[in-house]
């Protein structure tokens, strides 16, 4: 999804309806990105945080489970293999399979939820970090990576695209 300049319109189309709706449900485009801005100026990483969430001034976002600093480095390399090949399993017999099958059967239960500070900007919304194709193929799930890893800029050309 952070490689949005290469995929098709159709997919274009849906990552931008997807993340719309989503800033929607928060209270809108601009809560939505001051979300994303905290979230990249959090040091370590969000998702190694040992407390299961992350708060910032207008709302929070909060899992079901720690994640481990080791699992989200192995997040980090293992995206860019996934926007090269389709996938985030590295083709099986190779030294990293075990490993990424590992890091999708942990993460993969985990519910991420983002709620409002106020109820009265939006409900909210949740989502899982990994779309299970099949037994073979996963892709991370473009609502987890826009919210954890993608650039600003790059959520902004998704929420700002238009159909041609």
């Given amino acids: 999804m952070c490689d949005f300049n290469n ?15 989503c800033a929607e449900a928060f209270g809108g485009v601009n809560f939505f990105l001051q979300l994303l801005e905290g979230i990249r100026k959090a040091k370590p990483h969000p ?3 040992k407390n ?24 980090m390399k293992t995206r860019i293999t996934e926007s090269e090949q389709g996938n985030l399993y590295p083709p099986e017999g190779s030294s990293a399979y075990k490993k990424v099958n590992n890091l ?15 109820r009265k900007d939006g409900e909210g919304f949740s989502f899982k970090a990994f ?9 991370l799930n473009p609502i987890f990576d826009a919210v954890f890893f993608c650039s600003i800029d790059t959520v902004k050309k998704v929420l700002n695209f238009r159909a041609k």
């Avoid at 992350?54 to 989200?72: A, H, I, P, R």
Wanted: hydrophobic content about 35%; proline content about 3%; overall charge neutral.
């Fill in 104 to 118: 999708i059967r942990t993460l993969s239960p985990i519910e991420f939820k983002i709620e409002p500070k106020y």
């Fill in 52 to 75: 299961s969430g992350f708060t910032f001034e207008y709302g929070s976002v909060k899992w079901n489970k720690v994640v481990f600093q080791d699992k989200v480095t192995l997040l």
């Fill in 131 to 139: 779309d299970k194709i099949d037994e073979k193929v996963t892709l």
């Fill in 47 to 49: 998702l190694s945080g």
């Fill in 7 to 21: 995929l098709s319109d159709e997919q274009k189309l849906l990552h931008h309806e997807q993340l719309l709706k």
